[in-house]
């Protein structure tokens, strides 16, 4: 067999493994729904399954402190629910991978969330007496924490919604939509356990569905516009349950 033969056949086999390692290398941007490289593994499929499971019990945990705002034993009673939801949200989205970029951002999203809320619940323990530090309660510092993690689990809640993600707050639930979107931070809403100052008091204001509707999509004052985040139905279903329940 003559050099140059070997040679081609050398460059032709050394072609064929660099083709066969970059196909397994990676998740990659493309669209396959689960990818595997040596000791890690993508599935969008896997994510959406393991975290769905989880929003639920950490929406319910937030919307308890949420509600507990102002009631010191309240609180102290949410804060190991808060730190065990959002430890399983956390432990849920860093086992489970995904392989969409968007699903990567809605992943690191929950993940800055969930910490944030961990430190919130952390900081209300010594009112549970369950602090492993010896820590005494702050309330600057719970609220710092709590506004933060909040927020972030809001943004991430949009971003897993936006990526496709089923199972989160249903269009047509008024309540959850208002928490989810932050109202209840700004607005105070005794129907939905809402004491927010920054805003108008809608309890007060009771104001029509149109205003509401006018607010939600173009802002108002320092009320930014919520065109982006909720879809039209969202926005429709939040702005009726405000308008009916606004006073009661």
Same mark, same amino acid.
């Given at each position: 067999?003559?050099?140059?033969?070997?040679?081609?056949?050398?460059?032709?086999?050394?072609?064929?493994?660099?083709?066969?390692?970059?196909?397994?290398?990676?998740?990659?941007?493309?669209?396959?729904?689960?990818?595997?490289?040596?000791?890690?593994? $993508?599935?969008?499929?896997?994510?959406?399954?393991?975290?769905?499971?989880?929003?639920?019990?950490? @929406?319910?945990?937030?919307?308890?402190?949420?509600?507990?705002?102002?009631?010191?034993?309240?609180?102290?009673?949410?804060?190991?629910?808060?730190?065990?939801?959002?430890?399983?949200?956390?432990?849920?989205?860093?086992?489970?991978?995904?392989?969409?970029?968007?699903?990567?951002?809605?992943?690191?999203?929950?993940?800055?969330?969930?910490?944030?809320?961990?430190?919130?619940?952390?900081?209300?323990?010594?009112?549970?007496?369950?602090?492993?530090?010896? @820590?005494?309660?702050?309330?600057?510092?719970?609220?710092?924490?709590?506004?933060?993690?909040?927020?972030?689990?809001?943004?991430?809640?949009?971003?897993?919604?936006?990526?496709?993600?089923?199972?989160?707050?249903?269009?047509?639930?008024?309540?959850?939509?208002?928490?989810?979107?932050? $109202?209840?931070? $700004?607005?105070?809403?005794?129907?939905?356990?809402?004491?927010?100052?920054?805003?108008?008091?809608?309890?007060?204001?009771?104001?029509?569905?149109?205003?509401?509707?006018?607010?939600?999509?173009?802002?108002?004052?320092?009320?930014?516009?919520?065109?982006?985040?909720?879809?039209?139905?969202?926005?429709?279903?939040?702005?009726?349950?405000?308008?009916?329940?606004?006073?009661?």
């Amino acid at each position: 067999m003559s050099e140059g033969h070997l040679s081609r056949r050398s460059l032709a086999s050394g072609i064929a493994l660099l083709l066969l390692a970059s196909a397994s290398a990676g998740c990659g941007g493309g669209t396959t729904d689960h990818r595997t490289s040596g000791a890690t593994s $993508c599935s969008d499929a896997g994510f959406a399954d393991a975290v769905t499971a989880r929003l639920a019990p950490l @929406e319910r945990a937030v919307l308890r402190v949420d509600a507990g705002h102002g009631n010191v034993s309240a609180l102290g009673a949410a804060a190991p629910r808060l730190v065990a939801a959002a430890k399983q949200a956390s432990q849920a989205a860093r086992g489970n991978p995904p392989c969409r970029p968007r699903l990567v951002k809605a992943r690191a999203l929950l993940l800055v969330a969930t910490q944030g809320l961990s430190r919130a619940g952390r900081a209300l323990e010594p009112i549970a007496g369950s602090s492993k530090t010896g @820590e005494v309660f702050s309330e600057s510092t719970f609220l710092t924490r709590w506004y933060t993690g909040s927020q972030d689990f809001r943004d991430a809640l949009v971003s897993l919604r936006a990526a496709g993600v089923r199972g989160l707050v249903s269009a047509t639930n008024g309540k959850g939509i208002f928490t989810e979107a932050g $109202c209840a931070t $700004c607005h105070t809403l005794a129907a939905a356990g809402a004491r927010g100052t920054v805003g108008p008091n809608l309890d007060q204001a009771k104001p029509v569905k149109a205003d509401v509707v006018s607010a939600v999509t173009d802002g108002s004052g320092v009320m930014v516009s919520f065109k982006g985040a909720l879809s039209a139905t969202q926005i429709q279903t939040v702005a009726e349950y405000v308008s009916k329940n606004a006073g009661k």
